[in-house]
């Protein structure tokens, strides 16, 4: 045992021998692993250290914290305590460095009842005000940071921000109420090179605003793209959706914006600045003539809510469309009360009901 204790005596010789060990091993077959692991676990940091790093991490005392989990693991290439706890309704989940205590990985999320607790004023915090949050929690700044994904939409009823972002050494993933603002969710990991995706990384880690020399355009030179396609001015327009993908091998920005009038979804070549696809989509009675829309979308509205058995004041739209389908002008209205969601079909020139259904939100 003395002998074995040469190779794990400091953190640096655990890391090193755990490697040498697990690479003869996977020659030799998985019939000694166990071994392996029982021998690393005892020259790690322990259980009780790995818990300790995490609160700290996480700000919480160890009395107001329940554990859930405590589990000495082998996880991307190197031992790791994973830690999970809750404390005051917020559910954590780690991976702690088993050698040295270094946070690996982290999870934060609301729990269900935290999160319906969180107020609905009616009003909704912006996308910078968003990114402000998520980096003041990140404790990093904008200038160190690119974002690869700013996306707003409904989820179970709920407006919320989806963002992404990530530094020279961590990536991370954050989901906010946009009614109030509050953290629902959050991933922190630390983030892995690898020479072999040399090329992809190149094009994951353009910032935001910086041309590059290589001929990928920004997001600014994007938007400037499809305001100009679209006719609109940088002023009348709110983004939504701001996001670098890969689809079918080539990189793209996807774009989704809309304006007092119509709302507009775009996908933009990232190397060419080519539009490879768009739509767009009139908000109300916009460019209809009288004879094909004789009811406002207020009206199509109302009339939806009042077959439901409700005014328009109790419920909470989440579509309000107009759209003509196969020479048809109607009114797409989808709306929800008490985890009942609605969807109707309103014919414009007469506010008749085309089509309707009913269904539980589980």
């Known amino acids: 045992m003395k002998s074995l204790k040469k190779f794990f005596g400091t953190p640096a010789k655990a890391v090193a021998s755990s490697a040498v060990i697990v690479a003869v091993l996977a020659a030799l077959g998985t019939g000694t692993v166990f071994a392996t692991s029982?021998?690393?676990?005892?020259?790690?940091?322990?259980?009780?250290?790995?818990?300790?790093?995490?609160?700290?991490?996480?700000?919480?005392?160890?009395?107001?914290?329940?554990?859930?989990?405590?589990e000495f693991d082998f996880e991307q290439g190197q031992f790791v305590y994973e830690v999970e706890f809750y404390a005051d309704g917020t559910e954590y989940e780690y991976w702690i460095?088993?050698?040295?205590?270094?946070?690996?990985?982290?999870?934060?999320e609301l729990s269900d009842k935290q999160q319906a607790q969180t107020t609905t004023t009616g009003e909704t915090v912006s996308l910078d005000e968003a990114k402000q949050i998520v980096l003041e929690d990140a404790g990093v700044s904008e200038a160190d940071v690119t974002f690869t994904k700013t996306k707003e939409e409904k989820d179970n009823g709920r407006q919320i921000y989806d963002l992404e972002f990530y530094t020279a050494d961590q990536e991370f993933e954050y989901e906010l109420d946009a009614a109030s603002g509050s953290i629902l969710d959050k991933n922190q990991e630390t983030r892995k090179t690898s020479t072999v995706s040399n090329q992809t990384t190149q094009i994951e880690n353009k910032t935001e605003n910086t041309t590059e020399n290589n001929g990928q355009i920004t997001l600014d030179e994007a938007?400037?793209?499809?305001?100009?396609?679209?006719?609109?001015?940088?002023?009348?327009?709110?983004?939504?959706?701001?996001?670098?993908?890969r689809d079918d091998g080539v990189w793209s920005y996807e774009l989704d914006f809309y304006t007092d009038s119509a709302e507009y979804d775009y996908e933009v070549h990232a190397e060419t600045g080519d539009i490879r696809s768009?739509?767009?989509?009139?908000?109300?009675?916009?460019?209809?003539?009288?004879?094909?829309?004789?009811?406002?979308?207020?009206?199509?509205?109302?009339?939806?809510?009042?077959?439901?058995?409700?005014?328009?004041?109790?419920?909470?739209?989440?579509?309000?469309?107009?759209?003509?389908d196969d020479g048809v002008t109607a009114y797409e209205i989808e709306f929800y009360k008490d985890r009942m969601e609605y969807e109707y079909k309103i014919l414009a020139s007469s506010g008749s009901i085309l089509e309707y259904d009913s269904d539980y939100d589980d």
């Open 38 to 70: 029982a021998i690393a676990e005892d020259t790690s940091i322990g259980a009780e250290k790995a818990k300790n790093f995490a609160l700290a991490d996480a700000g919480v005392d160890p009395v107001d914290a329940q554990f859930t989990r405590t």
């Open 97 to 108: 460095k088993a050698n040295d205590g270094t946070v690996v990985k982290k999870e934060q």
């Open 223 to 245: 938007k400037d793209i499809v305001l100009k396609d679209a006719g609109v001015n940088a002023k009348d327009a709110t983004f939504t959706k701001t996001e670098l993908d």
């Open 278 to 324: 768009k739509e767009s989509e009139l908000f109300g009675n916009q460019g209809q003539t009288s004879q094909e829309s004789s009811i406002t979308l207020d009206e199509a509205k109302s009339i939806a809510a009042k077959h439901a058995g409700f005014s328009v004041n109790d419920v909470s739209f989440s579509k309000a469309k107009l759209e003509t």
